[in-house]
């Protein structure tokens, strides 16, 4: 494997310019220091893997944009590893498995379907609020959800949130009385949930979403095309990385974005300062560029890859790794999903409206009783509408596969007499020693660099907790009158929701970062994406992790 894979590159290493601050990875943790620092006239480079694709590179197309490998590396060049415990272990292309969540300028906030939930303060104080966990790393974070309510306003600005504040018992504590606009269209089957979801005592709630309900800052409104998740926005409404921050950061002049880059080590001198960065551009040569301060933000997994990548003279275990922290306790989301049938016969024809948001959850079960312990978060959704995922789910019935008019019929009923409504759970990951991310020994990519081995290792708790969830789920389903409900819940990780792998804390004997999540032991080098995470939440985490990039940016601004 290893030999097959490299690719031959004469180095042809040339001093580029200098930068105030040298970003690597340009979605959700990146995304935010590039904007800040170069609005704070800092010099600013942005290095980034993927290429810069703009609103009318994006565009509908099932096969294109979600069956083919558009905007994520050929898994045959660029594979991870996944192992389990009992030693087990695979490449990703053998199995299809793949942790690549986007890879373009803004990462895969330009795919993501924007659901936006902030942490409650108890997902700050897991240790203090539900003690120790056999098994798990439980820890409270070194911040509060005070530190970082600020940031969440900031974010709900200048990424732009839409939605509607209502009271409710789990309502978010807010410094501002409500989002910056309106909450986006919806279809009736809302005011339906609300309803239903009362009788059963499963508050339902307005779901925020990074998506503009007006136009902008230069960006258009949502349009309602209905393709999000998974597919790159054309208007500008979708609060990527790329809309909302990395355009404006170029605009001032002081933020250079150097897409198709590569970087494969971060170069460190004798006192453990980080130099330079070392990449490959799109033509395979090697360069480097000089910075005083480093972001690393490639996402938990290549981040931590990166910095075990980045041995130096004073970094013999990896960049920032004396204490061997990078690449420990990897999270992700835990939980499940769940559906139910809405037909016309019993909802009548306003059931086809064509807007395609519903935006309610209940998080009446955050927190669980007897025993008490964290729960978590259910958000309903439409199923996607991808015509072709769609009728292959259909293609079998209860006594094997389906086709002739049996087949047509029953996707003629699907798609034109029924909906179907989902829902998701997200639950803590709780941190096991089990689940982390190392070099793999054998296997390397298409530039010769070792790959990410991820080992795999959930924690009983999270299925039991999924499960409560889903139950909740399928209670407000059938009070709605669903048809055939049902759920499941599943032990292996959101492969698009990571955090962990490099947590902050005080203490470097058990934490990579600081508080500020700058590395204990590589004083010029911050980690921003959700890597800083020594424990994850109930919700998704990309207000989270933007939320603390711009905490971040704040003070790194001191250093650069
Ligand atoms: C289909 C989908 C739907 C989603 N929906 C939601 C949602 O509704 N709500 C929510 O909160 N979250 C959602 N997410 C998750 C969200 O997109 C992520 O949480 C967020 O993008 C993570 O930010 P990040 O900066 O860690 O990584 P990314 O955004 O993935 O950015 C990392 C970037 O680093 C680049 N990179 C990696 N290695 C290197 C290297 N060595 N050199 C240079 N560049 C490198 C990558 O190419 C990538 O562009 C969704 C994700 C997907 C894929
Ligand atoms: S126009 Fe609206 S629905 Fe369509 S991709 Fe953009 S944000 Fe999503």
Not at 54 to 62: L, N, T
Request: glycine share 10%; with cysteine; charged share 25%.
């Amino acid at each position: 494997m290893r030999s097959e894979h490299v690719f031959c590159h004469e180095p042809q290493e040339r001093h580029v310019t200098d930068f105030d601050v040298c970003v690597v990875g340009s979605g959700a943790g990146g995304a935010p220091i590039a904007y800040a620092a170069a609005k704070a006239g800092r010099s600013v480079v942005v290095l980034e893997k993927g290429p810069w694709l703009r609103e009318g590179d994006f565009f509908k197309d099932e096969v294109a944009e979600c069956r083919r490998r558009k905007y994520l590396p050929d898994l045959r060049a660029e594979p991870h590893v996944v192992a389990f415990d009992d030693g087990s272990a695979w490449p990703t292309h053998e199995t299809g498995w793949d942790f690549w969540n986007g890879s373009l300028v803004g990462g895969a906030t330009n795919l993501m379907s924007g659901y936006f939930h902030r942490l409650k303060p108890v997902d700050f104080r897991l240790l203090s609020e539900f003690g120790p966990i056999d098994g798990a790393a439980v820890t409270d974070w070194p911040i509060t959800y005070a530190d970082l309510e600020p940031w969440y306003a900031h974010v709900e600005r200048v990424v732009g949130i839409s939605g509607r504040v209502v009271k409710h018992r789990q309502a978010d504590t807010r410094s501002t009385p409500n989002f910056p606009m309106p909450p986006l269209a919806e279809h009736p089957v809302s005011g339906w949930l609300d309803e239903a979801a009362a009788e059963v005592g499963a508050h339902t709630f307005p779901v925020p979403r990074a998506i503009l309900s007006l136009p902008t800052g230069g960006r258009r409104g949502c349009e309602y095309s209905g393709y999000c998740g998974s597919y790159g926005c054309s208007s500008g409404a979708k609060g990527s990385a790329r809309a909302a921050l990395i355009d404006a950061a170029v605009a001032t002049g002081r933020c250079e974005v150097r897409p198709n880059s590569m970087v494969a080590h971060l170069a460190s001198d004798a006192r453990g300062r980080v130099t330079h960065a070392e990449y490959f551009d799109a033509a395979g040569v090697r360069k480097r560029v000089d910075a005083r301060v480093f972001v690393v933000a490639c996402q938990p997994i290549e981040s931590a890859r990166l910095l075990l990548n980045s041995r130096g003279p004073g970094h013999p275990e990896g960049l920032g790794n004396r204490d061997g922290q990078v690449g420990r306790f990897l999270l992700s989301s835990a939980g499940g999903s769940g559906s139910g049938t809405l037909t016309v016969d019993r909802f009548g024809d306003a059931l086809g409206d064509r807007r395609p948001f519903v935006n309610r959850a209940t998080q009446v079960d955050y927190v669980l009783d007897d025993p008490r312990r964290k729960g978590g978060t259910v958000d309903f959704l439409w199923r996607h509408p991808n015509p072709i995922s769609r009728a292959q789910s259909l293609a079998w019935g209860s006594d094997g596969p389906l086709w002739g008019w049996a087949y047509k019929e029953k996707l003629r009923r699907a798609f034109k007499r029924e909906r179907e409504l989902m829902f998701e759970v997200f639950c803590d990951w709780l941190p096991v020693p089990g689940c982390n991310i190392a070099l793999d020994p054998d296997v390397v990519d298409r530039w010769g660099l070792p790959v990410a081995r991820v080992t795999l290792e959930g924690h009983p708790q999270n299925i039991e907790v999924g499960k409560a969830l889903a139950r909740r789920g399928e209670s407000v389903l059938r009070a709605l009158g669903a048809d055939d409900v049902s759920s499941r819940t599943t032990w292996s990780p959101s492969t698009n929701l990571l955090a962990g792998g490099c947590r902050f804390g005080a203490d470097p004997a058990t934490s990579a970062l600081d508080r500020d999540c700058r590395m204990h032991h590589a004083p010029n080098v911050y980690v921003t994406d959700g890597s800083f995470a020594p424990t994850g939440g109930s919700v998704p985490y990309t207000w989270t992790i933007y939320a603390n990039a711009f905490r971040v940016a704040d003070r790194l601004l001191a250093d650069a």
